[in-house]
């Protein structure tokens, strides 16, 4: 028959998974293991499982068993309020891509915007950083002219 000593399994049992239960017992000689096939005992898990049929699993149907709890947050992004002005920053292109405003020509008298006086400061060779502010810049830019023309 089998070599001995052989384990040999019952459903259902004392021991629990996922879907069956069974148990096991080691058969050390020959006239254990037949006194313990006859009392429906089995040489495999499958073999026991097969016989017991849905009562290896029954007693499963009434088990408690644990579920994770888990927690989905919702995405920050949306509620940043960097993600609104983007939003609207998009809403306002999509806007006014369409439309082709017409360029403004400045008028003559208006004071220069920073980048005019920039690109004069750099023409001139005057030395600046990004605090000097437009209205010492523009002092810097008249001075350095009046003395090229004098």
């Known amino acids: 028959m089998s070599a001995l000593p052989c384990s040999i399994y019952r459903a259902p049992g004392s021991i629990r998974r996922a879907r069956y ?8 000689t020959q006239q254990q293991l037949d006194a313990r096939l006859a009392s429906g005992w089995h040489l495999t898990l499958e073999q026991a499982l097969d016989a017991a049929g849905e009562s290896a699993s029954r007693h499963l149907a009434n088990r408690k068993v644990r579920t994770r709890k888990v927690r989905v947050a919702a995405p920050p992004a949306e509620r940043r309020a960097s993600f609104k002005r983007a939003a609207n920053a998009a809403q306002i292109v999509a806007e006014t891509s369409p ?21 004069k400061a750099t023409e001139l ?6 605090r000097t502010s437009d209205e010492k810049l523009l002092d810097m830019i008249t001075e350095a002219l009046s003395k090229q023309e004098a």
Not at 21 to 28: G, I, Q, V
Not at 99 to 119: K, Y
Request: no cysteine.
């Open 21 to 28: 239960s069974y148990d096991t017992m080691l058969a050390t």
């Open 99 to 119: 439309v082709e405003t017409p360029t403004s020509v400045p008028d003559d008298g208006a004071e220069p915007t920073r980048i005019e006086l920039v690109a």
């Open 125 to 130: 060779g005057l030395k600046f950083s990004k």
